[in-house]
């Protein structure tokens, strides 16, 4: 049965939030969902990873971070450093679905979830971090030009206590935590991955349930890089994931070597490139897939890859195909990274961020990094 009216709903503003996008999309595929897959993309996105996105998602859809057609345009030309929070509200303008599931490009499903879409507008699970406030990486909504145009003029007028848009919708649905329990998904909806640390044991009693992952905070999986050899994400010294956060990272990386990176290498065929590097760069962000290709190196034909299918489950292939594909991707490419360079913010924009209260705190203002740097001062 396939449900052509409802649809999850996902956000990237640029290529690097592309390829969690496309995992996200390709999670939603392997499980089978009934739903229609739909991303919400801005202008800076390019047309090659569009094309790409087109081939996971039944719909693309541009959007522009502000419309000068909206009332409160003006108003909200006072907040540009809201632009990306209000591009996540667009979701609401879908209005030719009738009720939908926004997921953050930064979560992934470990089994199918379509019996979300039985729950109402507004729901959504709680944030580890305040439990009051739901966390805005999982919700159910519907779509309505009325609640837009609600949205944006609460964005105008009252702005967002955290800077994004978690702030802003737990200000907006303010009754979530104590109206309607129905509305409350459980946290197994929107795991996220480092609260695996704050409740160990019942992470182990109940997380084999989890059904969807969220890899909320800085470090992102695209972050990391992965040897398709050992099948591992490999770890820099400076961090210390939880076992189970590596098996979630691999996990992501598992589904995009496996479904992602041959449509990557589809484009760059079309595009008769035959570098060893695929770029997308725009605004100081450059996306860079870097293969180590024995093929490229002597001029030996490369192998094709096999069909792409939407069945990546590991257990759903038998251990002498999976070993051939294993060798076949591990032949062409060794170690798989996306790399991009953040334009580097002012000592000013920094100091007005602390300032404001929007200190980085899993990356450079994390606690260990401060008292680092106070230790270092010290002594
Ligand atoms: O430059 C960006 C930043 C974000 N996004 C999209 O917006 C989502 C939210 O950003 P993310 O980096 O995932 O934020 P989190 O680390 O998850 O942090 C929290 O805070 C955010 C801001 O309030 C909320 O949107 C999240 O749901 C909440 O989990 C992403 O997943 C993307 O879909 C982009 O497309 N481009
Ligand atoms: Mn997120």
């Not at 159910?140 to 145009?149: A, D, E, G, I, Q």
């Not at 105008?156 to 129905?182: K, M, P, R, V, Y």
């Not at 490369?302 to 292939?317: G, H």
Request: hydrophobic share 40%.
């Amino acid at each position: 049965m396939s449900v052509t009216d409802q649809a999850f709903v996902t956000l990237a503003t640029d290529d690097v939030y592309c390829q969690g996008a496309l995992v996200l999309g390709q999670s939603l595929r392997n499980h089978k969902t009934s739903r229609k897959l739909a991303v919400l993309i801005t202008p800076e996105v390019s047309s090659g990873m569009r094309s790409v996105l087109s081939s996971v998602f039944d719909e693309v859809i541009e959007v522009s971070v502000l419309d000068s057609a909206d009332s409160v345009h003006l108003a909200l030309m006072q907040r540009p450093e809201l632009g990306v929070t209000f591009t996540k509200l667009r979701c609401w303008t879908l209005t030719h679905y009738s009720k939908c599931v926004f997921m953050d490009a930064d979560t992934l499903v470990l089994c199918n979830v379509d019996e979300l879409f039985d729950r109402e507008e507004f729901s959504a699970a709680p944030d580890s971090g305040w439990p009051d406030c739901f966390n805005s990486g999982v919700f159910v909504f519907r779509p309505s030009l009325k609640t837009y145009r609600l949205l944006l003029q609460f964005a105008a007028e009252h702005g967002s206590f955290d800077g994004g848009d978690q702030g802003l919708l737990n200000s907006f649905f303010s009754n979530w935590a104590t109206a309607d329990i129905g509305k409350h998904l459980p946290f197994l909806y929107n795991l996220s991955s480092s609260s695996v640390y704050t409740y160990v044991p019942a992470f182990n009693h109940f997380g084999r349930d989890a059904k969807v992952v969220h890899f909320l905070g800085a470090t992102k999986p695209w972050n990391y890089k992965y040897n398709l050899q050992t099948k591992r994400v490999m770890q820099d010294d400076t961090t210390a994931e939880s076992f189970h956060q590596l098996s979630f990272l691999a996990l992501w990386w598992n589904i995009y070597s496996a479904s992602i990176l041959p449509l990557l290498e589809k484009l760059q065929k079309m595009e008769e490139s035959e570098s060893e590097e695929c770029k997308h760069s725009f605004n100081g962000v450059e996306v860079t897939l870097k293969k180590v290709s024995p093929y490229v190196a002597s001029s030996l034909p490369k192998p094709e890859l096999p069909e792409q299918t939407n069945d990546v489950n590991p257990s759903a292939r038998s251990p002498e195909e999976l070993a051939s594909r294993a060798n076949e991707v591990a032949h062409s490419i060794s170690e798989l990274s996306i790399h991009f360079i953040p334009a580097k913010p002012s000592p000013e924009d920094e100091r007005r961020k602390w300032e404001e209260g929007r200190m980085d705190y899993m990356g450079k203002d994390a606690f260990e990094h401060i008292k680092k740097k106070l230790d270092a001062f010290l002594h």
